[in-house]
């Protein structure tokens, strides 16, 4: 087996290796009840999103998230929150706007973003 091969056919060993430069924000982090997932932009040709968690708690799996995108207003992208979910997560991007694109844009790294963000 080839250790470099996707585990997803569909996904590209650029989006595989995306996974390793994103930084886990549990609940404990974000005050949310899920785990977001951030990153720099890195080779993305998308603009600045995170990853939810479908489950409350620490855990995140593939299989399991939605894409939700930062700018120019919050809005699910891909996969689907209960709408309770919904409304926290674009309320905490919305409060975390500014250090989720600083990161995104690279201009700060993950310790200087987890010290601007704010928990709900």
């Known amino acids: 087996m080839n250790v470099h091969q996707p585990v997803d056919p569909e996904w590209t060993l650029e989006e595989e290796n995306?996974?390793?430069?994103?930084?886990?924000?549990?609940?404990?982090?974000?005050?949310?009840?899920?785990?977001?997932?951030?990153s720099p932009k890195g080779n993305a040709r998308h603009d600045a999103r995170v990853k939810v968690?479908?489950?409350?708690?620490?855990?995140m799996t593939l299989d399991q998230?939605?894409?939700?995108?930062?700018?120019?207003?919050?809005r699910v992208l891909h996969g689907t929150l209960v709408a309770s979910d919904e409304r926290l997560v674009a309320?905490?991007?919305?409060?975390?706007?500014?250090?989720?694109?600083a990161y995104w844009d690279g201009e700060i790294?993950?310790?200087?973003?987890?010290?601007?963000?704010?928990?709900?």
């Not at 995306?18 to 951030?38: K, S």
């Not at 968690?53 to 855990?59: E, K, M, Q, W």
């Not at 998230?65 to 919050?74: D, K, N, Q, S, Y």
């Not at 200087?112 to 928990?119: A, N, S, Y």
């Open 91 to 101: 309320e905490w991007i919305s409060k975390n706007r500014d250090a989720l694109i």
């Open 53 to 59: 968690s479908l489950v409350h708690g620490n855990r």
């Open 65 to 74: 998230l939605a894409v939700v995108a930062i700018r120019p207003e919050p």
């Open 18 to 38: 995306a996974l390793f430069e994103m930084a886990n924000l549990y609940p404990e982090d974000t005050g949310l009840p899920m785990t977001i997932w951030v």
């Open 109 to 120: 790294g993950t310790r200087k973003l987890m010290q601007r963000l704010v928990d709900l």
